[in-house]
């Protein structure tokens, strides 16, 4: 090791010391990050008889309506003599669907185009796809319904290689898709109200349907779907998917405000997936010797146990999902004994791992570092080893690591590595556990 490495890492270990760390282990690969299995016929086989016709059903029906979906296109290809679909344009879905202007922006002709826009795009399934321009032009016929999703940066073998490259992201949670569809639409139905808005409405209810044909057995959703295996087949907490659509659900289930249009079966279908998706949540709780902790971005749909996600997104404990359904578990009325318990473990487990007088920025070379900063605001680490509790960090290539330094640049520079959005969800449970007193053990 060269002279100036050593040095830096004693100075580290030294720092890390006078802040309350043990001096880290030498760095080394710990690990490689397992593939995750896709749900398929054979693995339902393995489950306990009783279980295993509703799961059987789950994936005819999704292999139903993935041979629907693309018959369809096709159906619009050999009608206009087009030899492959056609790619729309891709951006942000997210940024060309505003939710937050004034409520009667939403009955003004661009949201109106806007709407015509989404309900073009919305697939036969009734879902949408990520990273979709939806502030250009209505779908035209032969158009995909999904722009050109692959990632940029693909290695052997990796996770993220979809199985056709010719379908992919057909209908997702991925990054807000379909959530922020149907919450764009609800607006524009409230502002224009029942005699104009019958199109946006069956789109509106359509998409529901979807989330509902998507929900899986014992109450998680896929990141995908109809299904497109390996992780994307996952219970997906990675960026707030699941807790995006629990608040959906939860929010039409009250018929209030944007919402009030639904009819009374749609709050009622909404109330009852909403149950089951609670239950999902509190089911994939990890559970460290005996105390429930927090989450995994992915868990495996029929273990339950944490799954992988990307190449570098390793079975763990996170951080910021796991506030995230912290946050949405606090918003629910009348909490059940199990969730107001669930809660304060998972505060606990927050409030253990958190990193203080460290601050994570980026040096002059445009490279992020964790660095000594007495007094600054709490953070933690992405990733936790599940038993230890120590941050991880993974690699492209697999590989997982205990020292940041350890990963490519690449790596370095393309994820938050350590986060303090956890420190909100901390200042909301000190409130909401004044209200939800944990409760003393019984002898």
């Given at each position: 090791?060269?002279?100036?490495?050593?040095?830096?890492?004693?100075?580290?270990?030294?720092?890390?010391?006078?802040?309350?760390?043990?001096?880290?282990?030498?760095?080394?690969?710990?690990g490689t990050n397992p593939p995750a299995l896709s749900l398929t016929?054979?693995?339902?086989?393995?489950?306990?008889?009783?279980?295993?016709?509703?799961?059987?059903?789950?994936?005819?029906?999704?292999?139903?309506?993935?041979?629907?979906?693309?018959?369809?296109?096709?159906?619009?290809?050999?009608?206009?003599?087009?030899?492959?679909?056609?790619?729309?344009?891709?951006?942000?879905?997210?940024?060309?669907?505003?939710?937050?202007?004034?409520?009667?922006?939403?009955?003004?002709?661009?949201?109106?185009?806007?709407?015509?826009?989404?309900?073009?795009?919305?697939?036969?399934?009734?879902?949408?796809?990520?990273?979709?321009?939806?502030?250009?032009?209505?779908?035209?016929?032969?158009?995909?319904?999904?722009?050109?999703?692959?990632?940029?940066?693909?290695?052997?073998?990796?996770?993220?290689?979809?199985?056709?490259?010719?379908?992919?992201?057909?209908?997702?949670?991925?990054?807000?898709?379909?959530?922020?569809?149907?919450?764009?639409?609800?607006?524009?139905?409230?502002?224009?109200?029942?005699?104009?808005?019958?199109?946006?409405?069956?789109?509106?209810?359509h998409g529901l349907g979807y989330i509902v044909a998507a929900q899986?057995?014992?109450?998680?959703?896929?990141?995908?779907?109809?299904?497109?295996?390996?992780?994307?087949?996952?219970?997906?907490?990675?960026?707030?998917?699941?807790?995006?659509?629990?608040g959906l659900l939860r929010d039409v289930a009250r018929g209030t405000?944007?919402?009030?249009?639904?009819?009374?079966?749609?709050?009622?279908?909404?109330?009852?997936?909403?149950?089951?998706?609670?239950?999902?949540?509190?089911?994939?709780?990890?559970?460290?010797?005996?105390?429930?902790?927090?989450?995994?971005?992915?868990?495996?749909?029929?273990?339950?146990?944490?799954?992988?996600?990307?190449?570098?997104?390793?079975?763990?404990?996170?951080?910021?999902?796991?506030?995230?359904?912290?946050?949405?578990?606090?918003?629910?009325?009348?909490?059940?004994?199990?969730?107001?318990?669930?809660?304060?473990?998972?505060?606990?487990?927050?409030?253990?791992?958190?990193?203080?007088?460290?601050?994570?920025?980026?040096?002059?070379?445009?490279?992020?570092?964790?660095?000594?900063?007495?007094?600054?605001?709490?953070?933690?680490?992405?990733?936790?080893?599940?038993?230890?509790?120590?941050?991880?960090?993974?690699?492209?290539?697999?590989?997982?690591?205990?020292?940041?330094?350890?990963?490519?640049?690449?790596?370095?520079?393309?994820?938050?590595?350590?986060?303090?959005?956890?420190?909100?969800?901390?200042?909301?449970?000190?409130?909401?556990?004044?209200?939800?007193?944990?409760?003393?053990?019984?002898?």
């Amino acid at each position: 090791m060269a002279p100036q490495r050593q040095t830096s890492l004693i100075i580290r270990a030294l720092l890390l010391t006078a802040c309350g760390f043990a001096p880290p282990a030498p760095a080394a690969v710990i690990g490689t990050n397992p593939p995750a299995l896709s749900l398929t016929a054979d693995r339902i086989a393995t489950l306990p008889t009783a279980q295993q016709r509703a799961w059987t059903e789950y994936l005819a029906r999704s292999d139903e309506q993935l041979r629907a979906d693309q018959a369809f296109l096709q159906k619009e290809l050999t009608a206009h003599k087009l030899q492959a679909a056609i790619l729309p344009p891709s951006g942000r879905s997210t940024s060309s669907l505003p939710l937050d202007k004034p409520a009667d922006w939403y009955g003004g002709s661009n949201a109106l185009r806007i709407a015509d826009i989404i309900v073009s795009f919305q697939t036969p399934a009734g879902g949408w796809s990520k990273n979709l321009d939806m502030s250009l032009h209505p779908r035209a016929p032969g158009e995909a319904f999904a722009p050109d999703n692959r990632s940029r940066i693909l290695g052997a073998a990796d996770f993220d290689t979809p199985h056709d490259t010719n379908w992919n992201y057909v209908g997702t949670f991925d990054n807000d898709a379909t959530m922020t569809q149907m919450r764009f639409l609800a607006k524009v139905i409230t502002a224009i109200g029942p005699d104009r808005s019958d199109a946006y409405r069956k789109a509106f209810l359509h998409g529901l349907g979807y989330i509902v044909a998507a929900q899986y057995p014992n109450g998680g959703w896929p990141q995908v779907w109809p299904l497109e295996g390996g992780y994307h087949d996952m219970i997906t907490y990675n960026d707030d998917a699941v807790v995006n659509l629990l608040g959906l659900l939860r929010d039409v289930a009250r018929g209030t405000n944007d919402f009030a249009f639904t009819p009374f079966s749609a709050r009622m279908m909404a109330a009852n997936n909403l149950r089951n998706g609670v239950d999902c949540l509190l089911a994939t709780q990890i559970v460290v010797g005996g105390h429930h902790t927090v989450w995994c971005q992915q868990h495996d749909p029929l273990t339950l146990q944490p799954a992988s996600g990307r190449n570098y997104e390793m079975p763990s404990q996170v951080s910021s999902e796991s506030a995230e359904i912290m946050r949405f578990l606090m918003t629910l009325t009348r909490p059940s004994p199990q969730i107001i318990a669930d809660v304060h473990t998972a505060a606990a487990w927050f409030e253990k791992t958190k990193i203080t007088d460290m601050a994570w920025q980026r040096d002059d070379a445009g490279q992020r570092r964790l660095v000594h900063q007495p007094g600054s605001s709490p953070i933690w680490a992405r990733y936790y080893e599940i038993g230890t509790d120590r941050p991880i960090f993974g690699d492209r290539d697999k590989t997982i690591h205990d020292q940041l330094e350890e990963i490519s640049p690449e790596r370095r520079r393309g994820y938050a590595w350590y986060r303090d959005s956890p420190k909100r969800m901390l200042e909301e449970y000190a409130v909401w556990s004044k209200t939800h007193p944990q409760a003393k053990p019984t002898n």
